[in-house]
Structure formats: C-alpha cells, structure tokens
C-alpha cells in the first residue's frame, strides 16, 4: 500500500469515526516531527486532508490544535532528547548515515539562526527532522528550546488545519458555483 493510500485510509476512518480525530491527529504529528519517523510518515498532508473536512464533518477545531501541537512538540521533545543522549552516535544511525549532510545542514542553521531555528525549522520538511535532533547534539539550553518548540507546534497545526478548512471552503465554492454548472 503507498503512502497516498495509506493517507486516504486515515482520512477516511477519521471521517467515519470523528472520536478517533485527536488522538491520530496527535499521532500524526508527533510522527511528523520524530527525528527518524518523519522521513517515513508524511502526516502533512493528511492533517490538512483532516483540517478541510472538520467543518462538513463536525470535527471541532480546538481539541485538533491541542492534539497535533501537543504531539508536535513531544515529537520535536524526544528528538532533542535523542540527540543529547546518543550525541556521537547519531551520524552512524539511519538516515543520517546515508544523509550525513542532514546533519550539517541541521548544525549550521542553527549556528546561523539560534533558537529561532527552532521556528523556522519546523516548516520546512528537512530541517523538521533535523534541527531538533541537532539542538540536542548541540546541547542546546532546554527553556529556549522548548519554548520556541511548543511556540512553532502550535502555529505549525494551526495553519496546516485553517490551511485545510480554507481550501475545503474553496474548493466547496467553486464546485457549487463553477464547475458543477461547467461539468453540470
């Protein structure tokens, strides 16, 4: 099964099983932001696949941001930790053994932007995987960290899961007043 299926599987249990929504949501997102899982679980996507269909499908938008910023930053958490804990051995743990330029990517943006890439990092696909591993390497003080950390969760979900509701509005629009009556 393809990741694309994989992620149309998701959306869809959520649609038939609403209750389910905020744990997945959490799960989706700590997997996004875990240093090694990432590379594998593309959640994006499907958190703004959920985010479009919240409103049509009485998904409420609140307990979606606590759930994915939570999970988010708890992904980001462990990679910090990972990456104080197994500091010398990282580079020789996959992806970062056949990706090693990962890494020093990861060190020198951090050296470049500070706690700020923290933020930054979280919106760009490689550096979400790296920056935060790399923060840990780097011993990187944990209140700045954590701060900037929990900070960029939050605004990361939120704007993956407006991002969604905006476009399934869109998208809802000019199905109603084009291209039904141009496909009609």
């Known amino acids: 099964m393809s ?34 899982l990432s590379f594998v679980v593309p959640a994006w996507a499907v958190l703004v696949a ?6 049509s499908g009485g998904i409420a938008f609140l307990p979606m941001l606590l759930a994915g910023a939570l999970g988010a930053a708890f992904g980001d958490w462990l990679s910090y930790w990972i990456g104080s804990k197994f500091k010398h051995s990282i580079a020789k743990m996959w992806p970062f053994s056949r990706h090693p330029d990962l890494l020093v990517h990861g060190e020198a943006f951090i050296k470049k932007w500070g706690v700020l890439a923290i ?8 550096l979400r995987a790296s920056v935060p591993i790399v923060a840990g390497m780097l011993r990187m003080p944990q209140p700045p960290f954590q701060i900037a950390n929990f900070v960029s969760a939050f605004v990361w979900v939120a704007v993956l899961l407006q991002l969604g509701d905006v476009g399934g509005i869109v998208w809802a629009w000019l199905w109603e007043n084009v291209l039904q009556k141009f496909w009609g």
């Not at 990741?3 to 997997?31: K, N, Y």
């Not at 959920?50 to 409103?55: D, E, L, P, S, V």
């Open 119 to 126: 933020f930054i990092g979280r919106f760009s696909g490689p």
């Open 3 to 36: 990741l694309e299926e994989s992620g149309r599987h998701v959306v869809e249990f959520v649609r038939d099983h609403r209750a389910w929504a905020a744990p997945i949501v959490f799960s989706l997102a700590f997997a996004e932001s875990l240093a090694v």
């Open 50 to 55: 959920i985010g479009a269909m919240m409103r």
